[in-house]
C-alpha cells in the first residue's frame, strides 16, 4: 500500500506528479500534481492507491475526497495535435509542467511517476512504480484518471460509436471495429499502430 515516507524524508511541500492517458488511440493526455494536506485524515489516505486498482467508483470517492480536502491540485493536459508533434512521452512531459505550474507556487520537491524526469521548474525525484508506493503520486494517479475519463465521456457523446465512454479511447475490440466501419477522428493519434494501420489501409485501397 502507498505511504508517505518519501514526502516525509523530503520535507516541505512536495508535489506528486502522474499522468493518465499515454496508451489509448485516441483522446488526451491528463497529467495531475498533488500536495496532500499536512494533517491528511486515515479516511482519505485509505482511499488513495494506484489507480488502475481502483474501481470506478473507488477513483470517483478518491476525487470527491481529495477535492473537499485542503489538498492542492493543478491538471495540465496535452491535445492530440501536441502528442502528434511532441510524441507521446514529450507530450506526457508538457502535461506533467502545466499541471505543475498550475499548483501556483512551484512545490520544494515533485515525485513523478516512472524513470523519466521532466523539466518542472523545481528539483525531481522519479519513482518507478510511484502510484502504488507513494501517496501524493496516488492522489496524482487517481485525479488525472477522473479527468480525463470525464473528457472522454464528452468526447463519447460527440462522437459516438467507438465506446469512448466505456474504453477510454484505448484499443478494445469495440474501438478497433469502429475504426473499421467508421474511419478515424480528429481526437485519434494517427502516428498510433492501429491508426495508422488504418489509415495505410484505406489509402491503398483508395
Known sequence: ???????????????????????????????????????????????????????????????????????????????????LRLNILHASMLAMRRAVIRLGPAPNLALVDGNYPPKLGCPVQCVVGGDAICLSISAASIVAKVIRDRAMDRLAIRFPGYGWHTNAGYATAIHREALERLGATRHHRDSFGTVAQLRLALTISG
Open 1 to 83: 500500500m502507498p505511504n508517505l515516507d518519501m514526502e516525509r524524508a523530503a520535507g516541505g511541500r512536495v508535489a506528486g506528479v502522474d499522468e493518465a492517458g499515454r496508451g489509448p488511440l485516441a483522446g488526451p493526455v491528463v497529467a495531475a500534481a498533488v500536495v496532500l494536506p499536512a494533517n491528511l485524515s486515515a479516511e482519505l489516505a485509505g482511499m488513495l492507491d494506484d489507480s488502475k486498482k481502483l474501481t470506478a467508483a473507488q477513483r470517483l470517492k478518491a476525487f470527491v475526497a481529495l477535492r473537499a480536502s485542503s489538498a492542492e491540485i493543478g491538471v495540465g493536459a496535452a491535445s492530440v495535435t501536441e502528442i
